[in-house]
Nanobody
Framework: VQLQASGGGLVQAGGSLRVSCAAS????????VAWFRQAPGKEREFVAR????????AYADSVKGRFTISMDSAKNTMYLQMNSLKPEDTAVYYC????????????????????WGQGTLVTVSS
């Protein structure tokens, strides 16, 4: 599967933005999918994931209650809706996917994902 992320941009603190990840190839819903982000000078970190099959979701504590991961199977696209954005949310956001069967504890690990989008930059100004 090939992933194409889009929708990043510049937004003021407190604002909202939705980033998208379109998949080509196999049906996206066959994969466990996730969003990660990487700020300048920092390691890539987990943001949110959706488990294949039951669609169970999980979020990093830093975004819980503000971000929502979702999927539109008809469009073979997943989204990350980001509300109440903060300057510390500034990063390149990456979508990722895997067909591996993972225990919950491994779904937040960068190394668990086999397919990655190219990243889209989100900048939150104060």
């Amino acid at each position: 599967v090939q992933l194409q992320a889009s929708g990043g941009g510049l937004v003021q603190a407190g604002g909202s933005l939705r980033v998208s990840c379109a998949a080509s190839g196999r049906t996206f819903s066959s994969y466990t999918v996730a969003w990660f982000r990487q700020a300048p000078g920092k390691e890539r970190e987990f943001v949110a994931r959706m488990r294949r099959g039951n669609g169970g979701t999980a979020y990093a504590d830093s975004v819980k209650g503000r971000f929502t991961i979702s999927m539109d199977s008809a469009k073979n696209t997943m989204y990350l809706q980001m509300n109440s954005l903060k300057p510390e949310d500034t990063a390149v956001y990456y979508c990722a996917a895997t067909m591996k069967s993972l225990i919950s504890g491994l779904m937040s690990s960068v190394r668990s994902y086999d397919y990655w989008g190219q990243g889209t930059l989100v900048t939150v100004s104060s």
